[in-house]
């Protein structure tokens, strides 16, 4: 398939960029996302690595050339590097990058990064290894610093660092010097995000008040963003290597600027995080040349994205994120 025109939504919203989870599965619990254990879904009803090639080809036919890995854990998946080397061969991939919680990515950083893997996004609620297996539910916070500095040495770039803040966070003062700590010595970029309301768990954090105290501690210069324009504000800390963020989705949303699409590992497509609706794709999947009805769907989806979440929210309650892939 050519590289194909911008995929624009009723709204004017260039899309370009597919979030795809793996699988639902997960070796962590975080408190705000998957508090109770689920059982995984049978092989047959989750993605396989052609799936995954299909959904890809199909969406680079119509003008999608970001992807993000995710899930669940995707390194859950022993054939991950197998699907970043089939995906990264696609001609037109522009990007991409995984989102893993860095328990299993020292022995991996390497095989992903010459499987073509370009950068990775780490999950890290706290450097305090008390508070992370506490919010992880027996999460080593060693093994993701492990992790992290072996995805430095692989290249991977840029390494950005996801710290949840829900209100139940144990995010104390001396956690957000940690963090400032952190980047003033390695070139990883934090981004503080506020909690979405999945779950029982409703509550977040401000990202002012992350802000407010980071203040107090250094000057922050608003700098861009490692990689272009997306939902965060980044700040240098006076010279420091990396830079800390600030994603907003409940304190300033930002649907104007939504530029995505997510599927699941069951291989539902969804045009809003926050709505209910969704398109199924394995059915299409399984038929003998999958990927021109799933073009069509992907298109189908882009016009049936809401303008805004608030317009879908059903009762400001989504479904746990490792279901639908953060
Ligand atoms: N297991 C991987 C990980 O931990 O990074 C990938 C999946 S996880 C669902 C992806 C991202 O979603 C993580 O950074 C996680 O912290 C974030 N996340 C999960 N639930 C969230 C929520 N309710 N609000 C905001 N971010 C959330």
Do not use: W
Not at 56 to 84: M, N, Q, S, Y
């Amino acid at each position: 398939m050519s590289a194909a025109t911008p995929l624009v939504d009723s709204v004017g919203r260039c899309i370009d960029y597919l979030r795809i989870s793996l699988t639902e599965r997960c070796d962590l619990h975080c408190a705000y996302c998957h508090p109770g254990r689920r059982t995984a879904p049978p092989a047959r009803d989750v993605l396989t690595a052609d799936d995954i090639v299909n959904i890809a080809r199909a969406a680079l036919g119509v003008g999608i050339c970001r992807f993000r890995l995710t899930g669940g854990e995707p390194l859950l998946r022993e054939d991950l590097e197998a699907i970043v080397a089939r995906l990264t061969a696609l001609p037109g991939l522009a990007d991409l990058s995984l989102t893993t919680n860095g328990q299993q990515l020292a022995g991996r950083a390497q095989s992903l990064a010459e499987a073509g893997l370009m950068r990775v996004n780490i999950s890290l609620d706290s450097l305090d290894a008390e508070a992370y297996s506490a919010i992880t539910g027996g999460g080593n916070v060693g093994a993701v610093r492990r992790g992290l500095e072996a995805a430095l040495v692989a290249g991977l770039s840029p390494v950005k660092i996801n710290v949840v803040l829900f209100s139940g966070a144990v995010l104390e003062r001396d956690d957000i010097a940690a963090f400032a700590e952190l980047v003033q010595r390695r070139p990883v970029h934090v981004r503080f995000i506020e909690a979405m309301p999945t779950c029982d768990h409703v509550g977040y954090l401000a990202a002012s008040v992350v802000l407010d105290r980071l203040r107090r501690l250094h000057n922050l210069l608003p700098v861009p963003g490692p990689n272009g324009a997306g939902p965060a504000q980044y700040y240098r800390l006076g010279d420091s290597s990396g830079t800390v963020g600030v994603i907003t989705p409940i304190s300033s949303p930002f649907c104007s600027r939504c530029n995505r699409l997510r599927i699941t590992a069951r291989g539902e497509l969804k045009p809003c995080l926050f709505s209910p609706a969704s398109i199924h794709l394995l059915p299409a999947l399984r038929e003998a040349d999958p990927v021109p009805h799933i073009a069509a769907l992907i298109t189908e989806a882009v016009a049936a994205k809401p303008p805004r979440y608030g317009d879908v929210a059903e009762a400001s309650v989504i479904r746990a994120m490792h279901v639908i892939g953060g």
